[in-house]
C-alpha cells in the first residue's frame, strides 16, 4: 500500500513502515528512544515492534496501566517523571506503541515535555489506527470530561501494522469499526453501503477497508488541520457519544463503555435528529439504526441516565457561546456541521433508540 501523505507527515503500511522508520532513525541523532505503551500492547505487540527495530540508539521503555480511566493528568506525571529519571532531553524521541489512549496520551506528553519533543504513532487497535492516531489531536481527559486538555500536534510519522490487530478481542474490534462506519455516513456512501451485510466482506481484504477510513479522515483533517469548519463533521455522533461514554465512566452502578460503543448509540441519536431536522429521509434512518443496532445492540438508558447525559453536553469541548454544536447528516454520505437540537429533541431521540 502507499503511503498516505497527511499534514507533515506520512502514514506508512506494514513492512514499509518499519523500513521507513528504521531510515527514520539512521538519518536523525537521537539521545534516546522512549517506547510508550500499556501492560496490553507491551506483552502482546512491544516484541514485535521490537524485532522490526534497527538502532543503536539506546531504548527504554515506559508503561502506563491500561483503559481511559488512565488518561489523566495523573499518568502524565507519571510519564514525565520517568522521562526525566531515565534521562530524556530535547534530542529524545517518544514512539507510542499501543491503543487509543497511548497515543492520545503520549503525544501530548511528548508535545509538552521541554515544551515539545518528537514523537512518532505506532497503533496497535482498530480504534487507534482509523481514528485516534490519525490527524494531530492529543490529549486527555479532566475527570470524566472527555478529552477536555489537550493540543494539536503532529508525530514525525505513523506506522500500520494490521497484524497488531490479531492480538485484539472481539468487542475492540467493534470498537473500533464504529469510527469505520462514521467514516462512510459523513464522507462515501459507498463505504458505508461495503458494512450493510458484514457477512459477505471478506476480512482478507479488511487492510482495503483501513486504508480507506484512514484516508477519509485525513483528506478531511488536511482540508480543516484545526477545526474551524469541515473536520467539525468528524464529530458527527460524539456530541451524545462522549456524554454517554463519560457518563458511564464515572457511574458506580455501570460497567464502562469502549469508546466505540458510546460512539455507536451516539450515531443512532444523531441520526434521529437529523431526520427530525428533515436532513435524512426515513428510509435513511432506519437503515442506520437498523444496521448499527443489528451491530452493537441496544444499550439501556434510565429516565436519571439521559437527564445526566443532557447535563453533560454543556461541557462538550465543541459548544460556541454556551450553544451545544451537532455535526449531522446530510444524507449519508455528507455531513451539516455546526447545528442545534433542543433538549426536547434529544429526549425523544433517546425515546426512538430505546423502541
Known amino acids: 500500500m502507499q503511503p498516505i501523505h497527511a499534514n507533515g ?3 506508512f503500511f506494514a513492512n514499509d513502515g518499519y523500513e521507513a522508520l528504521n531510515q527514520f532513525l539512521a538519518g536523525n541523532t537521537y539521545s534516546k528512544i522512549f517506547i510508550l505503551t500499556d501492560t496490553n500492547a507491551n506483552e502482546f505487540c512491544v516484541p514485535l515492534f521490537l524485532s522490526q527495530l534497527a538502532t543503536e540508539t539506546a531504548i527504554e521503555i515506559i508503561e502506563i496501566e491500561p483503559g481511559e480511566i488512565h488518561k489523566n493528568i495523573e499518568t502524565c506525571t507519571g510519564v514525565w517523571h520517568a522521562l526525566t529519571d531515565l534521562g530524556a532531553d530535547r534530542k529524545s524521541i517518544i514512539i507510542n506503541v499501543g491503543g487509543g489512549v497511548v497515543t492520545d496520551l503520549g ?3 511528548a508535545a509538552t515535555f521541554k515544551r515539545g519533543i518528537d514523537f512518532i504513532h505506532v497503533p496497535t487497535t482498530l480504534l487507534a489506527m482509523v ?5 494531530g489531536k492529543n490529549g486527555i481527559d479532566l475527570g470524566n470530561l472527555k478529552n477536555q486538555v489537550g493540543i494539536i500536534s503532529t508525530p514525525k510519522m505513523i506506522i500500520f501494522d494490521t497484524g497488531f490487530l490479531s492480538s485484539l478481542p472481539q468487542m ?9 462506519l462514521k467514516h462512510g455516513l459523513i464522507a462515501d456512501k459507498s463505504y458505508w453501503q461495503k458494512f450493510l451485510n458484514l457477512e459477505a466482506i471478506d476480512f482478507a481484504d479488511f487492510d482495503e477497508l483501513i486504508y480507506t477510513s484512514v484516508e477519509i479522515k485525513n483528506n478531511i483533517v488536511t482540508q480543516d488541520p484545526t477545526e474551524k469548519g469541515i473536520r467539525k ?6 456530541t451524545l457519544g462522549h456524554a454517554i461514554e463519560s457518563h458511564f465512566l464515572e457511574s458506580d452502578d455501570k460497567n464502562t463503555l469502549l469508546h466505540g ?3 455507536a448509540v451516539g450515531m443512532v441519536l444523531e441520526s434521529y435528529i437529523s431526520w427530525q431536522k428533515k436532513y435524512i429521509s426515513e428510509s435513511e434512518y432506519a437503515e442506520i439504526k437498523s444496521m448499527i443496532l443489528g451491530l452493537y445492540g441496544i444499550i439501556p438508558f434510565s429516565e436519571t441516565d439521559i437527564d445526566a447525559v443532557v447535563k453533560l453536553l454543556i461541557h462538550d469541548k465543541k459548544n460556541e457561546f454556551g450553544k451545544v454544536q451537532f455535526a449531522l447528516l446530510a444524507g449519508i454520505g455528507n455531513a451539516k456541521i455546526d447545528q442545534e437540537a433542543d433538549n426536547e429533541l ?6 426512538d433508540y430505546k423502541s
Open 107 to 109: 503525544g501530548f506528553v
Open 346 to 351: 434529544i429526549i425523544k431521540a433517546f425515546a
Open 261 to 263: 460503543e458510546a460512539i
Open 172 to 180: 475492540e474490534m467493534r470498537s473500533g469499526l464504529a469510527e469505520m
Open 233 to 238: 463533521a468528524l464529530n458527527f455522533g460524539h
Open 9 to 11: 507527515y506520512d502514514i
Open 131 to 135: 481514528d485516534a492516531a490519525v490527524g
